[in-house]
């Protein structure tokens, strides 16, 4: 069985401040784990993946996230928000069938 | 390369009415999916199908089925749409998944409202 729980339904950030979206994941096999943005009105776009070839994953538009087993976590972070940045992020695990969280919406404030 | 396409995008529709919600993608991938969007649930996976001529049931697949007839298509159908069903409707395809990396690519999805 597997489930994702990302802490926090909304997060609300200062442009150029740090973005940190949580993610807590419990998978019976070792977790294969995805990030995925959604802009309003449209579909998933994948940001990044971890398939254990390193525990600091670099994803696209600046975005990073660190596998921590021990933790059983996969938190996202960029260290400069941008306005573009606004979206909704979903963490995902994938048991050979993809499981996703709630979702968390990212405010950007001026 | 269009990847992922989905018609229509938006349909309203009445208790009891039936649809159908076309998914086609271009990218030869074998794997196919259907989810529903709802706030504050993340996505759920409807059915989905591993290949032509297969299909199985996800996780919330009463009131839904599925065909996919050709590699590229994947259809959804709704026989006696219910208010309920109201949702944002997403396909999405990958590569086979003999390993369990393989991203999914959407499709920009389908506003679907039962009155």
């Known amino acids: 069985a597997q489930s994702v729980t990302q802490l926090g339904s909304h997060v609300s950030v200062s442009e150029g401040a740090l973005v940190l979206l949580r993610c807590n994941y419990s998978?019976?096999?070792?977790?294969?784990l995805f990030w995925y943005v959604q802009y309003p009105n449209q579909g998933l776009q994948l940001l990044l993946k971890y398939t254990s070839a390193a525990t600091l994953v670099k994803g696209i538009n600046g975005f990073e996230a660190e596998f921590k087993k021990s933790e059983t976590s996969f938190h996202l972070t960029k260290p400069s928000a941008h306005m573009s940045d606004a979206a909704e992020y979903f963490c995902a695990v994938n048991d050979y069938k993809l499981s996703f969280g709630a979702g968390t919406t990212v405010t950007v404030r001026a | 390369n269009a990847g992922v396409t989905q018609t229509p995008k938006f349909r309203v529709l009445k208790t009891g009415q039936s649809m159908t919600l076309l998914c086609a993608q271009d990218?030869?991938?074998?794997?196919m999916y259907w989810y529903r969007q709802d706030p504050g649930m993340g996505l759920r996976l409807i059915h989905y199908?591993?290949?032509?001529?297969?299909?199985a049931k996800g996780e919330v697949p009463d009131g839904y089925n599925v065909s996919r007839l050709k590699k590229q298509n994947f259809l959804l159908g709704l026989e006696s749409a219910a208010p309920s069903q109201t949702s944002v409707y997403f396909c999405a395809s990958s590569r086979q998944g003999a390993t369990r990396n393989q991203p999914q690519h959407f499709g920009d999805g389908t506003r679907l409202s039962i009155l």
């Open positions: 199908s591993v290949g032509e001529g297969t299909t």
């Open positions: 990218m030869n991938h074998e794997y």
């Open positions: 998978s019976s096999v070792p977790p294969y």
